[in-house]
Protein backbone atom coordinates (compact mmCIF):
# COMPACT_ATOMS: atom_id res chain seq x y z
CA UNK A 1 0.00 0.00 0.00
CA UNK A 2 1.06 3.83 -0.50
CA UNK A 3 2.47 5.31 2.89
CA UNK A 4 4.67 7.55 4.29
CA UNK A 5 6.52 6.59 7.12
CA UNK A 6 8.44 8.87 9.86
CA UNK A 7 9.25 8.58 13.25
CA UNK A 8 7.42 9.90 16.14
CA UNK A 9 9.03 11.47 17.69
CA UNK A 10 12.59 13.90 17.41
CA UNK A 11 14.12 15.86 19.82
CA UNK A 12 16.88 18.51 19.48
CA UNK A 13 19.19 20.76 21.74
CA UNK A 14 18.56 24.84 20.97
CA UNK A 15 20.38 26.02 18.43
CA UNK A 16 21.38 22.49 16.97
CA UNK A 17 20.44 20.82 14.00
CA UNK A 18 17.74 18.12 13.36
CA UNK A 19 17.58 15.99 10.49
CA UNK A 20 13.16 14.55 10.13
CA UNK A 21 12.83 12.15 7.94
CA UNK A 22 9.92 10.91 5.50
CA UNK A 23 10.25 7.56 4.00
CA UNK A 24 7.65 6.16 0.61
CA UNK A 25 7.62 4.53 -2.60
CA UNK A 26 5.78 7.67 -3.86
CA UNK A 27 9.26 9.89 -2.73
CA UNK A 28 11.07 8.51 -5.95
CA UNK A 29 8.35 9.61 -8.27
CA UNK A 30 7.05 13.20 -6.61
CA UNK A 31 8.53 15.46 -4.84
CA UNK A 32 8.06 16.04 -0.74
CA UNK A 33 6.26 18.62 0.83
CA UNK A 34 6.38 19.61 4.45
CA UNK A 35 4.11 21.39 7.30
CA UNK A 36 4.63 22.47 10.10
CA UNK A 37 1.40 22.59 13.22
CA UNK A 38 1.20 24.12 16.08
CA UNK A 39 -1.06 23.25 18.56
CA UNK A 40 -4.44 24.65 18.04
CA UNK A 41 -3.24 25.71 14.82
CA UNK A 42 -3.83 25.16 11.30
CA UNK A 43 -1.07 23.48 8.84
CA UNK A 44 1.29 25.71 7.37
CA UNK A 45 3.65 25.21 4.66
CA UNK A 46 7.52 25.59 5.01
CA UNK A 47 8.87 23.19 2.06
CA UNK A 48 7.54 22.58 -1.42
CA UNK A 49 8.92 20.70 -4.29
CA UNK A 50 11.38 19.65 -2.39
CA UNK A 51 13.71 22.82 -1.52
CA UNK A 52 11.72 25.50 -2.23
CA UNK A 53 10.47 28.22 0.72
CA UNK A 54 6.64 30.31 0.91
CA UNK A 55 7.90 33.64 1.58
CA UNK A 56 7.70 34.32 5.54
CA UNK A 57 9.32 31.20 6.43
CA UNK A 58 13.02 31.41 7.33
CA UNK A 59 16.04 30.04 6.00
CA UNK A 60 17.00 27.29 8.87
CA UNK A 61 14.46 25.39 7.11
CA UNK A 62 15.68 23.31 4.30
CA UNK A 63 14.63 19.87 2.57
CA UNK A 64 16.00 17.22 0.67
CA UNK A 65 15.71 13.63 -0.47
CA UNK A 66 17.54 10.47 -1.60
CA UNK A 67 15.66 7.46 -3.58
CA UNK A 68 12.56 7.47 -1.30
CA UNK A 69 13.50 9.22 1.27
CA UNK A 70 13.07 12.81 2.27
CA UNK A 71 14.49 14.96 4.55
CA UNK A 72 13.39 18.25 6.58
CA UNK A 73 16.37 19.74 7.87
CA UNK A 74 16.58 22.56 10.55
CA UNK A 75 19.53 24.37 11.09
CA UNK A 76 20.16 26.41 14.57
CA UNK A 77 16.80 24.93 15.91
CA UNK A 78 14.96 27.81 17.67
CA UNK A 79 12.17 27.16 20.31
CA UNK A 80 9.41 28.68 18.46
CA UNK A 81 10.53 25.43 16.03
CA UNK A 82 8.94 22.99 18.21
CA UNK A 83 5.60 21.70 16.59
CA UNK A 84 4.78 18.21 14.42
CA UNK A 85 5.80 18.22 11.21
CA UNK A 86 4.54 16.53 8.46
CA UNK A 87 5.72 15.08 4.84
CA UNK A 88 3.23 14.55 1.99
CA UNK A 89 3.81 14.05 -1.53
CA UNK A 90 1.72 12.97 -4.62
CA UNK A 91 0.27 9.54 -4.22
CA UNK A 92 2.26 7.27 -7.23
CA UNK A 93 -0.45 4.25 -6.79
CA UNK A 94 -3.80 4.29 -8.53
CA UNK A 95 -5.02 7.17 -10.82
CA UNK A 96 -1.95 9.47 -9.17
CA UNK A 97 -4.95 11.91 -7.94
CA UNK A 98 -4.79 11.31 -4.17
CA UNK A 99 -2.33 12.84 -1.76
CA UNK A 100 -0.49 11.19 1.13
CA UNK A 101 0.50 12.23 4.33
CA UNK A 102 3.10 11.33 6.67
CA UNK A 103 2.07 10.28 10.66
CA UNK A 104 4.07 13.23 11.61
CA UNK A 105 6.80 14.01 13.39
CA UNK A 106 6.38 15.56 17.04
CA UNK A 107 9.72 17.79 17.42
CA UNK A 108 11.00 18.60 21.02
CA UNK A 109 13.15 21.43 21.27
CA UNK A 110 15.36 21.32 24.46
CA UNK B 1 -6.32 39.49 2.28
CA UNK B 2 -5.67 35.84 0.53
CA UNK B 3 -8.03 33.37 2.82
CA UNK B 4 -9.84 30.72 3.54
CA UNK B 5 -12.67 30.93 5.90
CA UNK B 6 -14.06 27.81 7.67
CA UNK B 7 -17.93 27.88 8.91
CA UNK B 8 -18.07 27.36 12.82
CA UNK B 9 -18.23 24.38 15.39
CA UNK B 10 -20.41 22.02 14.76
CA UNK B 11 -22.30 19.71 17.55
CA UNK B 12 -24.42 16.69 16.08
CA UNK B 13 -26.08 13.21 17.10
CA UNK B 14 -25.07 9.98 15.57
CA UNK B 15 -26.87 9.53 12.31
CA UNK B 16 -27.37 13.50 11.46
CA UNK B 17 -26.22 15.72 8.92
CA UNK B 18 -24.66 18.15 8.17
CA UNK B 19 -22.87 20.28 5.69
CA UNK B 20 -19.58 22.53 6.80
CA UNK B 21 -17.99 25.43 4.65
CA UNK B 22 -14.77 26.79 3.22
CA UNK B 23 -15.16 30.19 1.58
CA UNK B 24 -12.47 31.54 -0.74
CA UNK B 25 -11.26 35.10 -0.96
CA UNK B 26 -8.56 37.44 -2.31
CA UNK B 27 -7.53 35.03 -5.06
CA UNK B 28 -9.37 33.67 -7.90
CA UNK B 29 -11.70 30.58 -6.15
CA UNK B 30 -11.90 28.35 -9.89
CA UNK B 31 -7.79 28.94 -10.42
CA UNK B 32 -7.42 26.44 -7.73
CA UNK B 33 -8.56 22.81 -6.01
CA UNK B 34 -9.96 22.83 -2.94
CA UNK B 35 -8.87 19.77 -0.71
CA UNK B 36 -10.06 18.67 2.26
CA UNK B 37 -8.05 16.82 5.68
CA UNK B 38 -9.46 15.27 8.39
CA UNK B 39 -7.86 15.44 11.86
CA UNK B 40 -8.88 13.35 14.47
CA UNK B 41 -8.00 14.78 17.90
CA UNK B 42 -4.47 13.87 18.95
CA UNK B 43 -4.07 12.51 15.46
CA UNK B 44 -2.44 13.01 12.33
CA UNK B 45 -3.62 14.90 8.96
CA UNK B 46 -5.89 12.73 6.05
CA UNK B 47 -6.64 13.78 2.74
CA UNK B 48 -9.93 12.99 2.20
CA UNK B 49 -10.28 14.08 -1.39
CA UNK B 50 -10.36 17.22 -3.76
CA UNK B 51 -13.29 19.36 -5.96
CA UNK B 52 -12.26 21.10 -8.53
CA UNK B 53 -14.23 24.83 -8.22
CA UNK B 54 -14.56 25.47 -12.30
CA UNK B 55 -16.34 22.30 -13.09
CA UNK B 56 -17.20 20.67 -9.86
CA UNK B 57 -15.55 17.13 -10.71
CA UNK B 58 -14.25 15.31 -7.46
CA UNK B 59 -11.80 12.79 -6.28
CA UNK B 60 -11.57 10.80 -2.98
CA UNK B 61 -9.76 8.94 -1.16
CA UNK B 62 -10.94 4.97 -0.81
CA UNK B 63 -11.04 5.76 2.73
CA UNK B 64 -13.55 8.89 2.11
CA UNK B 65 -15.31 7.28 -0.76
CA UNK B 66 -19.39 7.01 -0.18
CA UNK B 67 -19.07 8.19 2.92
CA UNK B 68 -18.98 11.90 2.90
CA UNK B 69 -19.46 14.59 -0.51
CA UNK B 70 -17.66 17.26 -1.83
CA UNK B 71 -19.57 20.52 -3.88
CA UNK B 72 -18.55 23.98 -4.57
CA UNK B 73 -20.26 26.54 -5.36
CA UNK B 74 -18.36 28.56 -7.82
CA UNK B 75 -20.58 31.98 -8.07
CA UNK B 76 -19.79 32.55 -4.14
CA UNK B 77 -16.65 30.73 -4.24
CA UNK B 78 -17.03 28.42 -1.43
CA UNK B 79 -16.56 24.40 -1.08
CA UNK B 80 -18.95 22.20 0.95
CA UNK B 81 -18.20 19.06 2.44
CA UNK B 82 -21.74 16.97 3.73
CA UNK B 83 -22.58 13.86 5.66
CA UNK B 84 -25.63 12.15 5.18
CA UNK B 85 -25.34 10.13 8.61
CA UNK B 86 -22.85 10.97 11.13
CA UNK B 87 -21.14 8.64 12.81
CA UNK B 88 -19.15 9.08 16.34
CA UNK B 89 -16.01 8.71 14.56
CA UNK B 90 -16.58 11.25 12.57
CA UNK B 91 -15.20 13.48 15.31
CA UNK B 92 -12.55 15.75 14.25
CA UNK B 93 -11.08 18.76 12.68
CA UNK B 94 -11.78 19.09 9.18
CA UNK B 95 -9.57 21.71 7.58
CA UNK B 96 -9.78 23.01 3.52
CA UNK B 97 -6.96 23.52 1.62
CA UNK B 98 -5.89 25.33 -1.63
CA UNK B 99 -3.80 23.06 -4.08
CA UNK B 100 -0.88 24.82 -6.04
CA UNK B 101 0.52 22.13 -8.94
CA UNK B 102 3.36 22.49 -10.75
CA UNK B 103 6.83 20.96 -9.60
CA UNK B 104 5.18 19.05 -6.79
CA UNK B 105 1.56 19.09 -5.15
CA UNK B 106 1.17 21.74 -2.30
CA UNK B 107 -1.17 23.19 0.28
CA UNK B 108 -0.16 26.59 0.47
CA UNK B 109 -3.34 28.03 1.91
CA UNK B 110 -5.05 26.41 4.56
CA UNK B 111 -8.65 27.44 6.28
CA UNK B 112 -8.69 27.45 10.21
CA UNK B 113 -10.56 24.27 10.41
CA UNK B 114 -13.95 23.30 11.41
CA UNK B 115 -14.30 21.05 14.77
CA UNK B 116 -16.93 18.56 13.95
CA UNK B 117 -17.80 16.61 17.48
CA UNK B 118 -20.46 13.60 16.80
CA UNK B 119 -21.79 12.26 20.48
CA UNK B 120 -25.08 11.20 21.31
Known amino acids: SSELTQDPAVSVALGQTVRIACQGDSLRNYYATWYQQKPGQAPLLVIY???YRPSGIPDRFSGSSSGNTASLTITAAQAEDEADYYC?????????????FGGGTKLTVL | EVQLVQSGVEVKKPGESLKISCKGSGYSFTRHWITWVRQRPGKGLEWMGR????????NYSPSFQGHVTMSADKSISTAYLQWSGLKASDTAMYYC?????????????WGRGTLVAVSS
Open chain 1, 49 to 51: AKN
Open chain 2, 51 to 58: IDPSDSKT
Open chain 2, 97 to 109: ARRVSGLSWYFDL
Open chain 1, 88 to 100: SSRDSSGDSLGVL
